[in-house]
């Protein structure tokens, strides 16, 4: 038993020893071997379920402390055969953990789209009801009219309820607590090569059902990392979405040497939902800090799954030599923001800036590649938990609501 737990770490290990060395994906490596066999495959399929109880940060979201694995997924583990089946089994797996941040790194054509990154509906439960909490902007569902308050019905013309208990029962599992609004979100975003039909009620009003494009056919406009602009007396910055963008950094400092002294500068993170990495927080971070200043906490808890003794550790900010603002810093965050975009919002909290919206996607944890051992294939999983200094997980922070 504790050589199986053991175990569980080296993917985490591997990732981290890749991560620093610059390597390739463990997958290139392997397509210069004999390609594995239909057992190697299956015998990824089965470790899934031991790697997620291993090195997942979150057990305590299951019953046991255990990923709620069906009989139904546990006999498709045992069919897989391919690339491709082994695909299939581990995208299907990780949707038990009804975790948007549980990923695979690769795809197929009718995959599910990534909620919030191909996503334009917030959606959560309300009752019997599933309210839409908020409305990508500039996006399809925006274009067609949605709004804030309304009410989601219908996917395909099957009642929402219906829809939502058919995508658990097709996973051998009740669709209880997160997972009705988990499943409603993915739902509502589609697959990947296919459009949407959805039907809306605002007040009493059932509305015409609407066809949409999902957000993988929409054309995305080249964009630069920044877009700056003046409000008033402020100095606008707004992230497009490029905060694993190296490029940012030196797109964010031209953007804030446009700041007069003490300008107020407001930075818009109201579209990260694709997270990012922390060289770009801290670059951002840096202009509005004089000496090194905590910003964020992190705990492994496969660590002390393996070892019996906790590791968790506080991350700094340090000032930029030559990059010093001293003027007041307002955040604007909401349901797009994501992963990194709540690690800045969290850091910017940190050192006395003011950070206003709605709640944030609640993306869970920093996320770890940990490729299967046969095949490379690459599970995503929110492996860290992050903190904000005062150890309020990030996924439970609250900004400021704006004012009207």
Request: aromatic letters at 6%; zero cysteines; glycine letters at 8%.
């Amino acid at each position: 038993m504790m050589r199986a737990r053991l175990s569980l770490l080296a993917p985490i290990a591997l990732f981290l020893v890749i991560a620093m060395a610059g390597s390739a994906d463990p997958a290139a490596s392997q397509s210069a071997a004999a390609p594995p066999s239909a057992e190697s495959f299956r015998a990824d399929a089965l470790s899934i379920e031991p790697l997620v109880n291993g090195a997942y940060a979150y057990p305590e979201r299951f019953e046991k402390g255990q990923m709620p694995m069906s009989d139904t997924l546990r006999a498709e583990a045992a069919r897989v055969q391919d690339r491709q089946s082994l695909l299939r089994y581990a995208e299907r797996a990780l949707l038990v953990l009804a975790d948007h941040h549980a990923i695979t790194g690769s795809s197929l054509a009718d995959s599910w789209a990534v909620v919030p990154s191909y996503a334009d509906l917030w959606i959560e439960r309300d009752g019997p009801d599933y309210a839409i909490e908020a409305v990508r902007r500039g996006s399809p569902a925006e274009a067609a009219g949605i709004k804030e308050g309304d009410r989601l019905v219908a996917i395909g013309g099957v009642p929402i309820q219906k829809a939502v208990e058919g995508f658990w029962e097709d996973l051998g599992l009740a669709p209880d607590g997160v997972r009705a609004a988990f499943a409603a979100r993915v739902l509502a975003a589609g697959r990947r090569n296919a459009p949407r039909s959805l039907t809306i009620k605002r007040g009493d009003t059932v509305l015409p059902a609407l066809d949409l494009p999902n957000l993988y056919a929409v054309p995305h406009p080249d964009r630069p990392p920044v877009s700056v602009s003046g409000e008033g007396a402020a100095l606008r910055i707004r992230m497009n979405d490029s905060l694993g963008d190296g490029a940012t950094i030196a797109a964010f400092d031209l953007a804030m040497a446009q700041a007069r002294p003490r300008q107020r500068v407001i930075i818009d993170l109201t579209d990260t939902p694709s997270g990012g990495n922390t060289s770009v927080a801290r670059a951002m971070l840096g202009w509005f800090v004089a000496r090194a200043h905590f910003y964020q906490m992190h705990n492994l808890p496969a660590e002390a799954r393996e070892t019996g003794i906790e590791r968790q550790w506080v991350e700094q900010v340090l000032p930029r030599p030559g990059k010093r603002h001293k003027g007041a810093v307002t955040v604007e965050v909401g349901r797009w923001t994501g992963s990194m975009g709540e690690g800045l919002a969290i850091g910017f909290d940190a050192i006395g800036a003011d950070v206003v919206g709605t709640r944030m996607a609640g993306l869970l944890g920093a996320v770890y590649d940990l490729p299967l051992e046969h095949s490379g294939l690459v599970i995503k999983l929110p492996a860290e938990r992050v903190m904000a200094v005062d150890g309020t997980p990030r996924e439970l922070f609250r900004p400021r609501p704006r004012r009207r």
